[in-house]
């Protein structure tokens, strides 16, 4: 079998080792490749910095910070307060110094010519990560926020230093018209068995992905089955502040909105099935009505068993007989 994943951030991250897990439980053999979102990215003291593609190859490498949730474990950050007092990185966004190695890293490749891609596998070889990453894009498609009483700000800006508390009316990535997708996001989206889409902001991390060019129309043809995650349970973000985000485009916080918002592959949407806590079991019926498979299922990640538990739950659904 081979699974494709598509999101971006922790969320995702916690899912994908839940379903490595799984695959390595049930003998080993299975594929999977994660289509990564890459409009979180942005220039910081002339470094790309790539949150979500480093969130997922820091937990799967196992060298992350488990308890803020990003960045590596056991960090120092002298290297980011030389910068801050230099004056060329801003005082809210802090970097460790084992993380300022990705970026210095990624940026001389990236200045060397190669590609996003080229810079993922590159990444990815330091380790044995068990899956295989792909960007969205090799394009730059940085996302800005809209804001309702003054000019637009970086995505990070708005994340980061104001904690999404900004009034925002839109989210826009410059750049996206041009761009086109990876050709491992192409292959990884045509050659899968089952498509995942994880427990990530539906807004800025899946939402971009989908918004590449062609991406969408990749989707809608392909003959894996595609079936989701929520991220939100009992009208609540699991994790971060996708309420916020939600809200900027009009979206209520609850599992069921969610799903419509993605809406079902047989009517245009994306969605075959659909994943949302037993707390959520009242969504079941309304979205089988709408035409997406639906079930309720413990989504809490909260260690290899639960995570590798809820993986397996998505992949039933996939396979189940139509």
Known sequence: ??????????????????????????????????VVNTADDWWVS??????????LLYALAGVNDAERGWGRAGETERVS???AAWGTAPEWFTLGDLDLGTHIARTAWLREGLTVSEVYRRLGSR????????PATDSEIDTHVLLADREPIHFQEWWVRHRAALPATGFVQRGIERAVPSDGALEAISGADVILIAPSNPVVSVGPVLAVPEM??????ADAPIVGVSGIISGAVVRGMADACLAAIGVETSAEAVAEHYGARASGGLLDGWLVDE?????????????IRTRAVPLWM??????????ADGVALALAPR
Do not use: K, Y
Not at 127 to 134: A, R
Not at 216 to 221: D, M
Not at 279 to 291: F, H, K
Not at 302 to 311: E, G, K
């Open 1 to 34: 079998m081979r699974f494709t994943v598509i999101g971006g951030g922790v969320g995702c991250a916690r899912f994908v080792r839940g379903l490595r897990e799984h695959v390595r439980r049930t003998g080993g053999e299975d594929r999977i490749d994660v």
């Open 46 to 55: 002339g470094l790309r910095i790539a949150p979500d593609h480093d969130s």
């Open 81 to 83: 307060a030389e910068l």
């Open 127 to 134: 380790w044995d990560l068990g899956v295989t990453m792909h």
């Open 216 to 221: 969408r129309e990749a989707l809608a043809v």
């Open 279 to 291: 707390a959520d079991a009242g969504a079941v019926e309304p979205l089988e009505r709408i035409g």
């Open 302 to 311: 909260r260690d290899a068993d639960t995570s590798a538990r809820l993986a």
